[in-house]
């Protein structure tokens, strides 16, 4: 379909005996962010390097833009850009020599090189140090001089797989600030990452991947919605009161209540939000002391436990360990 940035049906790919990807099934419409969330060894990277044209599939079929990602690579190439988990431009270079280089190696003469490199140099907040050294500059700017090499030449998509791994805060926000714009400015993006609140945050859509396969896809609320309407989030005043406080929510609430991974808390996803205050009544009438409870939409880490039996943190482990 011409709307569709990209389309796949039951992409494979495997390496020995393992099925990396295992039969990737994909429509994602031009516009906006589309997020591919998973724990590290789901498959996100290999689906990436697959549709980049960096690798070839087993079987299954993809097209990316119109073009067909086995027969026309060249064309795929040409419309896409790619940013990976780790700066891949020239650390020996100052980051106003690595744009230069990349603009004339796109063609740009020398002025439009400069030109072009200034442009994103100050768009990206880098000005100052244009003139540095790569390798002396921090983690964060590593990642914007990165993506800034990507656009030299706008991409209609971009693919970022997993952009702010190992970043701080401040400059996760700053990147997502960057995808922001880039996508006001009219470029697709297809943004992988293990982060649930980078997905809440910048994705119009989400497919949930894991052990290869696309398990759940839709907007964050969406699937927030199928795992219930609501999730109550309670912490007991003293830990050895956990176990009372669970028997007695399941009870009233009539759902399985999890043990969160704070000693003291619970949480329970809840479609019959009148059971909640007679739940609280109930564990107030039998001498359960409450430190703090809220209600609320689950959150994403709820969506994936409920779709995988894991939190994305313990499957990442898992994945890990495995590898």
Known sequence: MADLAIETHGLVKTYGDTRAVDGVDLAITRGGVHGFLGPNGAGKTTTIRMLATLIRADAGTGTVLGYDISSQADEVRSRVSLTGQFAS??????????????????????????????????AFGLSDAADRQVKKYSGGMRRRIDIAASIVVTP??????????????????????????????????????????????????????????????GSATELKASVGAGALHVRVMHRDERENARDILVRELGVDVERSADPQGLTAAIDDRGRVTRALSALDSEGVGLAQFSLGQPTLDEVFLALTGKPVAEAAVNEEEAA
């Open 89 to 122: 431009v020239d650390e020996d270079l100052t980051g106003s020599e690595n744009l230069r280089l990349i603009a004339k190696l796109y063609g740009h003469s020398g002025k439009a090189a400069v030109r072009r490199a200034n442009e994103l140099l100050d």
């Open 156 to 217: 209609e998509l971009l693919f970022l797989d997993e952009p702010t791994t190992g970043l701080d805060p401040r400059s996760r926000n700053e990147v997502w600030d960057i995808i922001r714009a880039m996508v006001d400015f009219g470029t697709t993006v297809m943004l992988t990452t293990q982060y649930l609140d980078e997905a809440d945050q910048l994705a119009d859509r989400i497919s949930v991947i894991d052990s290869g396969k696309v398990i759940a896809e």
